[in-house]
């Protein structure tokens, strides 16, 4: 295998506390992602707390996954600029990640019945996770030279998987002990514990003597100016767009997954588990094996090639029959999950003005969190009017193709390896 190709996590991650303590907080709340989010306690909630027998549960569950991603939507570009005004970018991190971990510990109250209070804690929780993300993102440019951001990015994306896997097995023994309500406070210690070094190792906030309501109206001003500037370049705002129609047909993708397998294909529940570590695997596998050759090829590169396999995955899901392809579909998609999501994220720094990271991740996680929209409504509706989910399937590769034409069209994601400082500058010096 080519050196470009190297799996084994390098030295360089090992040796720097920044790096290794930034990944391990992907290690960390991957556990939330992998088990409250997508696996169990969904499951949990609509069939055992709500009661799912008309379709009630599922109605539950996407109403909290729709207000909370609507919020963090709402308020990520602002707290992103009053989080750069004000130097509270490491505090703003911290008081997300602890109503996340609050408020998961506290689902091993509810009780049968209890669909609001659950709805309540999963809206907090979720808000919390996905809030905290655009100070999570922010670090990175602090932490990694241009030359490595692409890579970094991409092991912790990948370490983010291995703590999905680990922490969806031991919640499985769990289970299968009878232990299901101590799953959910075994989730916020793991990520409580692997979150820590974060907050120890990560750099420090700037102590400024400015009140906090200052700070506020400041960093809302500064995050509009931010948004105009962002619509009035060419490249940033191309990218975005694209970004939004991409991960819209991957948001719609991971959303539907595993109804498509179990309505059309009839897999059971331990069947669906097992579809899901298999992707969190080919995911962790997609993400370290890609994380050298995004900064050689440069993420743009890396993008493309991710989109063209995301529209074999969409284009085979359209045809398949049998459960075992489908798994190798599902193995397709996981490699390339991992893939995109690391390169996206390093095309988008080269972006991002020094002291505005947390401004221009507060952006590009409106954006992201946007287009968990469109695409599933477009699902629904498709699945609803021909009576059948594979047309709905065939309609997301739409997305994926025109993100594939408007990425072609961006001047960008350059190689970070040779002299990609210069045409960063350049592209950040770029007149409205």
Same mark, same amino acid.
């Given at each position: 295998?080519?050196? %470009?190709?190297?799996?084994?996590?390098?030295?360089?991650?090992?040796?720097?506390?920044?790096?290794?303590?930034?990944?391990?907080?992907?290690?960390?709340?991957?556990?939330?992602?992998?088990?409250?989010?997508?696996?169990?306690?969904?499951?949990?909630?609509?069939?055992?707390?709500?009661?799912?027998?008309?379709?009630?549960?599922?109605?539950?569950?996407?109403?909290?996954?729709?207000?909370?991603?609507?919020?963090?939507?709402?308020?990520?570009?602002? %707290?992103?600029?009053?989080?750069?005004?004000?130097?509270?970018?490491?505090?703003?991190?911290?008081?997300?990640?602890?109503? $996340?971990?609050?408020?998961?510990?506290?689902?091993?109250?509810?009780?049968?019945?209890?669909?609001?209070?659950?709805?309540?804690?999963?809206? $907090?929780? #979720?808000?919390?996770?996905?809030?905290?993300?655009?100070?999570?993102?922010?670090?990175?440019?602090?932490?990694?030279?241009?030359?490595?951001?692409?890579?970094?990015?991409?092991?912790?994306?990948?370490?983010?998987?291995?703590?999905?896997?680990?922490?969806?097995?031991?919640?499985?023994?769990?289970?299968?002990?009878?232990?299901?309500?101590?799953?959910?406070?075994?989730?916020?210690?793991?990520?409580?514990?692997?979150?820590?070094?974060?907050?120890? *190792?990560?750099?420090?906030?700037?102590?400024?003597?400015?009140?906090?309501?200052?700070?506020?109206?400041?960093?809302?001003?500064?995050?509009?100016?931010?948004?105009?500037?962002?619509?009035?370049?060419?490249?940033?705002?191309?990218?975005?767009?694209?970004?939004?129609?991409?991960?819209?047909?991957?948001?719609?993708?991971?959303?539907?997954?595993?109804?498509?397998?179990?309505?059309?294909?009839?897999?059971?529940?331990? @069947? %669906?588990?097992?579809?899901?570590?298999?992707?969190?695997?080919? @995911?962790?596998?997609?993400?370290?094996?890609?994380?050298?050759?995004?900064?050689y090829w440069g993420p743009k590169?890396?993008?493309?090639?991710?989109?063209?396999l995301w529209t074999v995955v969409?284009?085979?899901?359209?045809?398949?029959?049998?459960?075992?392809?489908? *798994?190798?579909?599902?193995?397709?998609?996981?490699?390339?999950?991992?893939?995109?999501?690391?390169?996206?994220?390093?095309?988008?720094?080269?972006?991002?003005?020094?002291?505005?990271?947390?401004?221009?991740?507060?952006?590009?996680?409106?954006?992201?969190?946007?287009?968990?929209?469109?695409?599933?409504?477009?699902?629904?509706?498709?699945?609803?009017?021909?009576?059948?989910?594979?047309?709905?399937?065939?309609?997301?590769?739409?997305?994926?193709?025109?993100?594939?034409?408007?990425?072609?069209?961006?001047?960008?994601?350059?190689? #970070?390896?040779?002299?990609?400082?210069?045409?960063?500058?350049?592209?950040?010096?770029?007149?409205?």
């Amino acid at each position: 295998m080519s050196s %470009l190709f190297r799996f084994p996590v390098p030295m360089y991650l090992l040796r720097n506390r920044h790096i290794l303590s930034w990944c391990l907080f992907d290690f960390a709340n991957s556990s939330y992602s992998a088990v409250i989010a997508s696996a169990i306690f969904p499951v949990y909630y609509a069939n055992i707390i709500v009661g799912n027998e008309q379709g009630m549960g599922d109605l539950w569950w996407g109403k909290a996954i729709s207000v909370s991603m609507m919020l963090v939507a709402i308020s990520s570009p602002f %707290l992103g600029g009053i989080a750069d005004y004000a130097k509270m970018r490491k505090r703003f991190l911290a008081l997300y990640t602890a109503l $996340c971990i609050s408020a998961t510990a506290l689902l091993y109250f509810l009780k049968p019945g209890m669909a609001i209070e659950g709805l309540i804690l999963i809206i $907090c929780a #979720n808000i919390g996770l996905e809030g905290g993300l655009v100070f999570y993102n922010a670090f990175l440019p602090d932490i990694a030279h241009t030359t490595h951001q692409g890579r970094v990015s991409a092991w912790g994306y990948g370490i983010g998987y291995l703590g999905s896997i680990i922490s969806l097995l031991l919640g499985l023994l769990l289970i299968r002990s009878g232990y299901i309500c101590m799953t959910w406070p075994f989730v916020a210690l793991f990520f409580g514990l692997f979150s820590l070094p974060a907050f120890l *190792f990560l750099p420090h906030d700037i102590q400024e003597k400015t009140s906090i309501a200052r700070a506020a109206s400041t960093g809302l001003v500064h995050t509009l100016t931010t948004l105009k500037k962002i619509w009035c370049r060419k490249e940033q705002r191309r990218f975005l767009i694209a970004y939004l129609l991409y991960e819209d047909g991957i948001n719609t993708v991971i959303v539907f997954a595993s109804i498509f397998a179990a309505t059309t294909l009839r897999f059971t529940h331990e @069947a %669906l588990i097992g579809l899901y570590l298999v992707v969190q695997c080919t @995911a962790f596998v997609g993400a370290f094996l890609m994380a050298k050759p995004t900064d050689y090829w440069g993420p743009k590169k890396v993008v493309m090639v991710s989109l063209s396999l995301w529209t074999v995955v969409t284009g085979a899901t359209y045809v398949v029959q049998s459960q075992s392809h489908f *798994f190798i579909i599902a193995s397709l998609a996981g490699f390339g999950l991992g893939t995109i999501q690391a390169a996206s994220r390093a095309f988008y720094t080269q972006f991002i003005p020094i002291d505005q990271t947390s401004e221009y991740f507060g952006v590009y996680t409106f954006v992201g969190k946007s287009s968990a929209i469109f695409g599933p409504l477009l699902f629904g509706f498709l699945s609803s009017l021909m009576g059948s989910q594979r047309p709905a399937v065939l309609s997301v590769t739409l997305f994926f193709l025109l993100g594939f034409i408007l990425i072609i069209k961006v001047r960008g994601g350059f190689p #970070n390896v040779q002299s990609s400082m210069e045409q960063g500058i350049s592209m950040r010096r770029e007149s409205p």
